[in-house]
């Protein structure tokens, strides 16, 4: 089990692994919540998820995301006061799953669940090919983040997050980024 003190540990170690981009997420941040929300998404996506952004940059289409986005929008409204911490993922199985399986096909699986993340920072917790392996989560389909988010509420249920600024979920991400990394990994 995940002591309080190594999840507080993995956390501040965040802060050292720490790029660019986490300097921005607040802009993006921002811009989202200032109804700019397609700029916001993009810069985020190719901020956060630069590496399978630049392989679409030629097949993305602006005008595809935006349907998508007009399409999960309500979901995402429906969901807004939804916290990780209390969250009944079995009663969300079907908004997080129609969600998923809308974006997947746009911004791949680690892009989903970022842009998912950012829409709501609340409610997701933000996965990548590191963090899924460490958690021994083989697919990438909505079955499968679904049973990631309860795996991460089984396994943090314990903890106390009190920080106002960063949601539990961040957290969460923070901390697993923190132990799926190398110092050395990490330029100076």
Same mark, same amino acid.
């Given at each position: 089990m995940i002591?309080?003190g190594?999840?507080?540990?993995k956390?501040? *170690?965040?802060?050292?692994?720490?790029?660019? %981009?986490d *300097?921005?997420? &607040?802009?993006?941040? *921002?811009?989202?919540?200032?109804?700019?929300?397609?700029?916001?998404?993009?810069?985020?996506?190719f901020?956060?998820?630069?590496?399978?952004m630049? %392989?679409?940059?030629?097949?993305f289409?602006?005008? =595809?995301?935006?349907?998508?986005? %007009?399409?999960?929008?309500?979901?995402?409204?429906?969901? =807004?006061?939804e916290?990780?911490e209390?969250?009944?993922?079995? =009663?969300?199985k079907?908004?997080?799953?129609?969600?998923?399986?809308?974006?997947?096909?746009?911004?791949?699986?680690t &892009?989903?669940?970022?842009? +998912?993340?950012?829409?709501?920072?609340n409610?997701f917790?933000?996965?990548?090919?590191?963090i899924?392996?460490?958690?021994?989560?083989?697919?990438?389909?909505?079955e499968?983040?679904?049973a990631f988010l309860k795996?991460?509420? =089984? *396994?943090f249920?314990?903890?106390k997050?009190?920080?106002?600024?960063?949601?539990?979920?961040?957290?969460?991400? +923070?901390y697993?980024?923190?132990v799926?990394?190398?110092?050395?990994?990490?330029?100076?």
């Amino acid at each position: 089990m995940i002591t309080q003190g190594e999840f507080e540990e993995k956390v501040k *170690e965040f802060g050292t692994l720490a790029d660019f %981009r986490d *300097e921005i997420e &607040g802009w993006c941040s *921002e811009l989202i919540g200032k109804n700019q929300e397609l700029e916001g998404l993009c810069f985020m996506l190719f901020t956060w998820n630069f590496a399978n952004m630049r %392989r679409m940059l030629k097949t993305f289409s602006i005008k =595809k995301f935006k349907e998508v986005l %007009r399409e999960i929008n309500p979901i995402f409204a429906k969901l =807004k006061k939804e916290k990780f911490e209390i969250a009944d993922f079995d =009663k969300l199985k079907d908004d997080v799953g129609f969600i998923y399986s809308k974006l997947l096909p746009l911004v791949q699986q680690t &892009g989903t669940t970022k842009l +998912m993340y950012f829409k709501n920072p609340n409610l997701f917790v933000m996965w990548d090919t590191k963090i899924r392996s460490k958690w021994k989560i083989k697919k990438v389909d909505s079955e499968s983040y679904l049973a990631f988010l309860k795996l991460m509420q =089984k *396994e943090f249920f314990h903890i106390k997050w009190d920080n106002k600024s960063i949601s539990l979920a961040r957290a969460i991400d +923070m901390y697993n980024y923190a132990v799926t990394q190398k110092v050395k990994d990490r330029k100076e």
